[in-house]
């Protein structure tokens, strides 16, 4: 079982940029979104399909589809460029998994 | 406010043990559940394992049995303990806050990693 993420996305600033995150299990299991910049730790931006941390920028959303979760970026900014990762699990709801990591690169 | 560090031996030679401390500040490790993430150069995100409050463990499949996640309550740390190490160990680990009321769980705080080298 494995999440599939697209390696990159690339969009101007002020844009909207989107990178989704498919998976099988994703129906039934929440999915969560870290932010990860150079030399950084993981930092998580979405929880529970749609959910904002504090002091997470109000411009990060998630949404959900079937198979597929979206992390969207509105008004994208310099600072937004980075990895990101999703973060789910199988069937069990156990065993953590990991999607593949999109880049992000603000042109 | 939450923190975490990790520390361990940089260094290993393969087939040895790697064992790496966590130690927790801002809250205690009774209080919550603790997980270990690792990344390997240029890669991905991978989930190493969870440690429960209740001391119930759970860990990547591909790492079979050879990994042990623990905690010492009195220094307020968490272990990890990977045995038979190859290169292909090698990476930056990260012990993480795991946020256990949901399912699956995932990891709100997390420390800074260390990196690990497996090399002859």
Known sequence: YELTQPPSVSVSPGQTARVTCSGDALPRQYAYWYQQKPGQAPLLVIYKDSERPSGIPERFSGSTSGTTVTLTISGVQAEDEADYYCQSADSSGIFVLFGGGTKLTVL | ?120
Not at chain 2, 1 to 24: A, D, N, Y
Not at chain 2, 34 to 45: E, V
Not at chain 2, 85 to 103: H, L, M, P
Not at chain 2, 108 to 120: M, P
């Open chain 2, 1 to 120: 406010q939450v923190r975490l560090q990790e520390s361990g031996p940089g260094l290993l030679r393969p087939s040895e043990t790697l064992s790496l401390t966590c130690t927790v500040s801002g809250t205690s490790v009774r209080s919550y559940s603790w997980g270990w993430i690792r990344q390997s150069p240029g890669k991905k995100l991978e989930w190493i394992g969870y440690i429960y409050y209740t001391e119930t463990t759970h860990s990547n499949p591909s790492l079979n049995s050879r990994v042990s996640i623990s905690v010492d309550t009195l220094k307020n740390q968490i272990s990890l303990q990977l045995t038979s190490v190859t290169a292909g160990d090698t990476a930056v680990y990260y012990c993480a806050r795991v946020e256990a009321g949901a399912t699956p769980v995932y990891f709100d705080f997390w420390g800074q990693g260390t990196l690990v080298t497996v090399s002859s």
